[in-house]
Nanobody, 123 residues
Framework: QVRLAESGGGSVEAGGSLRLSCQAS????????MGWYRQVSGKEREGVAA????????YYADSVKGRFTISRDNTKNMLYLHMNNLEPEDSDMYYC????????????????WGQGTEVTVSS
């Protein structure tokens, strides 16, 4: 069982920055691929970024490339999403998720999910 807890959401103006964090429960964190997703009620969930078990390989949705950076600290069981140049369209609930399978994370079907943290970007 993996427990995930997101934090760092909030309200910012367009062009601003936020850093989301995700704390994983004390398991073999470095054996899990991790991802960030976003969704609001009534909209389709979107995979934002994903990262392999180590920081060597990552994936980004086209909508966030060049603005968002995913990273992880395996010594602290932490996952991060650095979001720069935020746009109103980035307003959403953001979730971190984990799976041992990279394919599952990239497809948007990871096994373990956090409760989400809300990001609001005003114009």
């Amino acid at each position: 069982q993996v427990r995930l807890a997101e934090s760092g959401g909030g309200s910012v103006e367009a062009g601003g920055s936020l850093r989301l964090s995700c704390q994983a429960s004390p398991v073999t964190y470095d054996s899990f691929c991790m991802g960030w997703y976003r969704q609001v009620s009534g909209k389709e969930r979107e995979g934002v970024a994903a990262i392999l078990t180590t920081s060597g390989n990552s994936y980004y949705a086209d909508s966030v490339k060049g603005r968002f950076t995913i990273s992880r600290d395996n010594t602290k069981n932490m996952l991060y999403l650095h979001m720069n140049n935020l746009e109103p369209e980035d307003s959403d609930m953001y979730y971190c998720a984990a799976d041992r399978s990279w394919g599952a994370v990239v497809r948007g079907t990871p096994t373990y999910w956090g409760q989400g943290t809300e990001v609001t970007v005003s114009s």
